[in-house]
């Protein structure tokens, strides 16, 4: 009996090593993907070229991410992105990694240079090479173009299922939106393209749902938009550095020990 229960105690010992042994070499193999997935974000040298000032809290649930912030220079016109892909974890960042590959190719490209003309490009891209079997794949997100080949940079975007905010004076305004994805979905009708008038004081937030639809606080609870936006109007005289490690640190403050239920990312920039 007691060489059976050793033999046993031999297996079990064997048996645990082998999955401990599989599920590193799973985590690294994710490990690698995320560096593989960062080095496509938009790079924080190119982010400074162009704005004045900007942060960025990035926080994915499962260490690759479905959401993704996104750059791009062409000629005078600076494009930049804030989007959140189907899913999360492994394959939302294989939709993440897709969709900033489509919007590379609509700017880069094929010269395409209204935001709105890029969503609709990308979305016959999507449809036509991930939806043929009805799949919902793609993205809801903001992309902002700011055009400066004149005096003074104006300012274009387009918005799928994605709300950004501008606080000018101090009031924080909600911008307009398309309430359709960037993907097959029952309305295909063309993204519209907005303006935006700025001046060089007012700032830019665009976001995921990710912090919105957190789970916290005394009686676990969703975050939601309001609180949000009410947090970032109170923060956004502050330098853009600091706003970003406020909103890490009252996320993590809201969400204390539950579970993190979505990718995360939020930008704030001044032009």
Known sequence: RFKL???QKHIISEQKHLVEEKQKEIVDSINYAKRI???LLAHEDLL??????????FNPKDIVSGDFYWATKKENKFYIAVCDSTGHGVPGAFMSLLNIGFLTEAINEKGIEKPNEVFNFVRKRLIDNISKEGQKDGFDGVLICIDRSGPNPKISYAAANNQMVVIQNNNLIELAYDRMPVGIAENLDSFNLYTLDTSTNDAI???TDGYADQFGGEKGKKYKYKQLND????IHQLPFNEQGSMLQQRFNDWKKDLEQVDDVCVLGLRL
């Open 231 to 234: 947090h970032i109007l109170s």
């Open 37 to 39: 997935q960062y080095t």
């Open 205 to 207: 937030y665009l976001y």
């Open 5 to 7: 229960t050793q033999k």
């Open 48 to 57: 400074k070229e162009n704005l004045k000032q900007h942060f960025v809290y």
